[in-house]
């Protein structure tokens, strides 16, 4: 004998399932909905009155079932077992609405069009509850925008736009400040140790492991295109090279601290001389 489909629990999930996909479409912000407590609360009410709908479903027919004649009883059952969703082909059968082909000629309209008939087919229900879904999220939306005075677009662009700000104010405020015309070489171990891992992750394509120069120019030698020293080393690496040719700004990838650190380390490359170094370029540079 096979076993029926748990149609209340599929539609009792399905259902669920619309609700949590809507409530996450009209909810504004970035995080999912449902990690809000109220959102999760509203979910979780929404769940329990499925459960308690279905069972007060069940219990009425049971009620019904027990309060009428033997007779009317088997006929009530005869009728539900006929329609009854017993697997996954009654459930397809269940969802179109559509006729056997033995029984088309229940349904067939009295105008031909050269011999073509027609079929007076009712509408598929999962058309039918897609269509009455639409109408739920309709006004629900209305609701929400017009009447309560949900967030639109502009407010959540403005809500997102201050917040950005209070995290840049925030970061301003606990960044440390370079002033590029007090800047002095510096020889602490450990920054220039971090300015080296940042040369390798992103100089050394150009420059080389060791600075000896590949597309970008020999950056142990006295001679620099747009000027040596810590100053000129940290403002090249801010604001980048020379239009159209020269390398890209980084001021907006690394922190000022972390260019003063590359800047550190790039000038204490001077007079290494590693093998197979690049050319000169540019000027001789004396302080």
Known sequence: MKKKLPIGLIRVFSLFVLVFIATELIVPGSELAFTEPVIAAFLLIVLLFLIIFE??????????TDH???E??????????????????SLLQALTSLKAVEE???????HDYDGIKELDNDLPPWWLYMFYATIVFAVVYLGYYEVFGGDNQTDEYNQQVAQAEIAIEKYRSTAKVIDISNLEVSDDVAALN???????SNCAACHMVDGRGSIGPNLTDEYWILGGGI????????????DGKGMISWKSSLSPEKIQQVANYVWSLQGTNPDKAKAPEGDKWTE
Do not use: C, P, V
């Not at 059952?77 to 006929?82: L, N, Q, R, V, Y």
């Not at 088309?104 to 009295?110: G, S, V, Y």
């Open 72 to 89: 009317e009883r088997k006929t009530y059952f005869e009728a539900k077992e006929k329609t009854s969703i017993k697997d996954w082909k």
């Open 104 to 110: 088309e000629q229940d349904i067939i309209l009295e």
């Open 194 to 200: 971090k300015g080296k891992k940042i040369f390798k």
């Open 68 to 70: 009428i004649s033997k």
């Open 55 to 64: 069972k007060i479903k069940e219990a009425s027919e049971a009620l019904y």
């Open 231 to 242: 100053k000129n080393i940290y403002n090249t690496i801010a604001e980048g090279g020379r």
